[in-house]
Every structure is written in structure tokens, then in C-alpha cells.
């Protein structure tokens, strides 16, 4: 399977066709979309927006699928190197090309960028896309209804002025093309996790890598205060309320158990900050010797 058209398989794609559609365990139990509870979008869009950066971890790390692999400290560890390595790559555009719109670094870059209502074929449930080698599409058909959403009573005011979710998507499609064009030296691209089998070891990549530093990405360009991560519901939402109402549950559960796990363990598991316990420095992610793990 793979990924054999050169399309970049997507968390925000990945989660959208879950929550609506489930998979085969999940569709039709008791807990599917259907049955769920609906919360309003103002309290669901207040309470995701006040989440800080870490606070995703669980919800990101659950689209992995060698998330079995990992403890809670190595995805706390992980969730904050791709924060950093979304967050250089940022900076670097914005110094390179003088700006900070998605829109113009994707034109710098020399990507292609195709706002078109909604995918060819009905199969996909997909909010925007980059296809190799340079063709990033956003779809209007999701955005419009995203907008149409951030219209209503207190939505806005929860997700604040810069919640642009076009100009989100196309940051986390760029930082795709970015890894693509920089696939050996950048840290998303470059991490092994070392996977053992009794004597044999197996270096392994780590899909969501790419996925969380492209959220990274996008919050760095829109000077958001909260994780773009958000789109993931709110946009599904748009789509299905009662869909955007599970993923909601999904992350604010996580919420609750990382908070019984603090309590359980007292002082000694400290909560991880944005800032992290390393201090690396500004480029650490851009020096490929210093992102492979040895
Ligand atoms: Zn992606």
C-alpha cells in the first residue's frame, strides 16, 4: 500500500474519515458518531482553543501507528522537537522570503497552489492536500463551511482574529513540500525510532512527526496562540457536528487521564511545558547531524 501516488498522507485527513465514517471496530458500536451527545460549537471551539501546545500530544500521537512503541516521555519529547523543528522552518521562511503569508512562501517555494471546491471521486473526505512534487489543494467546500461556523455567536471570539483556517491549511501543506525538498536533512524526515525484535533492530519513521511540525508550522506563520490542531474539529465539525463532537470528547478526554496520571504520580511528573527541559538552539532542527538520533 504506501503511498503510492505521491500524496502525503494527512492527520487531518486520516482523523476527518475516522470520526465520520469510523472504522470497522468503531462503526456501529455504541460509541459511534451517531449517538454521540452534540456539545455547541461555542463551548467545544472555547474549550480546544484554551489547550496549550503539549496538550494535543495524545490526540497527535494516537494517528501514529507505531504509537505502541513509545512511552509518554518519548512522545512528550517528540511532540516538543517537532514544535521546534515546525517553528525554525518558520522562521527560516519568514527571514528568507520577508513574509509570513503561506500563500506567498508557497509562491517563493514555487509550489502550485489550487483552491477547488472539493476532491475528484467521492471516496475522500479531504480538507486540503499536497501531492509530489509541488502541488499543494485546499477545498473550498470545507473552508466555506468552516467560515460559516466561525460566524456564529462566540465562536470567534474563542478562536480569535487569526483563526484563518486557508491560510493554515496551506502553512501545514508548505511544511510538506519543505520536508520533501529537504528529506535528508530535516529532523521530521531524518528520526529513526529504533524498534527491536529480540537481536534485530529496525530504525523506524515516525509518521505524525511530519504532521505535528507542520501544525508547528502553521502556528508559527499565524502567530496563534493555540495549536492549529483545531482545524482537525472544528472543520469536521462543519462537516458533521456530532463527528466534531467525538474528536472533541477524544481530546478533552486525554485531558482528564493526563491530568488522574499527574495526580496519581504527584510532584514527581511534572507537567511538560512549551518551553521544554532542553534548550536547544534556533536552527538545532536544520543541522542534520544534531536531529538523527544516535
Ligand atoms: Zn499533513
Given at each position: 500500500m504506501g503511498n503510492p501516488s505521491g500524496r502525503w498522507t494527512d492527520a487531518i485527513i486520516g482523523s476527518m474519515k475516522e470520526a465520520l465514517f469510523g472504522d470497522a471496530e468503531y462503526s456501529?458500536?455504541?460509541?459511534g458518531p451517531a449517538n454521540v451527545a452534540i456539545s455547541p460549537i461555542e463551548e467545544v471551539m472555547r474549550d480546544i482553543c484554551a489547550?496549550?501546545?503539549?496538550?494535543?500530544r495524545d490526540y497527535a500521537f494516537a494517528?501514529?501507528?507505531?504509537?505502541?512503541?513509545?512511552?509518554d516521555a518519548q512522545r512528550a519529547e517528540l511532540m516538543e522537537r517537532a514544535r521546534e523543528c515546525g517553528e525554525d522552518w518558520a522562521r527560516r521562511c519568514e527571514r528568507d522570503?520577508?513574509?509570513?503569508?503561506p500563500l506567498e512562501i508557497a509562491e517563493r517555494l514555487g509550489a502550485i497552489v489550487t483552491f477547488a471546491e472539493r476532491p475528484h471521486g467521492q471516496d475522500r473526505v479531504t480538507f486540503a492536500e499536497f501531492t509530489e512534487p509541488d502541488e499543494i489543494y485546499v477545498y473550498t467546500d470545507a473552508m466555506d463551511k468552516a467560515e460559516a461556523l466561525l460566524g456564529a455567536p462566540g465562536v470567534r471570539e474563542a478562536a480569535?482574529?487569526?483563526?484563518?483556517p486557508r491560510e493554515l491549511l496551506v502553512a501545514h501543506e508548505v511544511f510538506h513540500l519543505i520536508e520533501l525538498r529537504n528529506a535528508r536533512a530535516i529532523w521530521t524526515q531524518a528520526y529513526r525510532l529504533d524498534i527491536r525484535f529480540g537481536p534485530f533492530h529496525n530504525p523506524s519513521r515516525l509518521v505524525v512527526l511530519g504532521e505535528i511540525a507542520a501544525m508547528s508550522f502553521a502556528r508559527t506563520l499565524a502567530s496563534?496562540?493555540?495549536?492549529?490542531?483545531v482545524l482537525d474539529v472544528l472543520l469536521t465539525y462543519a462537516y458533521s457536528p456530532a463527528a466534531g463532537t467525538t474528536l472533541y470528547n477524544e481530546v478533552m478526554g486525554y485531558q482528564q487521564h493526563d491530568r488522574n496520571a499527574l495526580h496519581d504520580k504527584?510532584?514527581?511528573?511534572?507537567p511538560t511545558t512549551e518551553a521544554g527541559p532542553r534548550n536547544r538552539s534556533p536552527d538545532a532542527c536544520l543541522q542534520p547531524s544534531r536531529c538523527r538520533e544516535e
Open positions: 456501529g458500536s455504541d460509541k489547550l496549550g501546545w503539549g496538550a494535543w494517528r501514529e501507528p507505531l504509537n505502541g512503541r513509545l512511552d522570503f520577508d513574509s509570513s503569508s480569535g482574529p487569526r483563526m484563518r496563534l496562540d493555540y495549536s492549529p490542531y504527584g510532584d514527581a511528573a511534572a
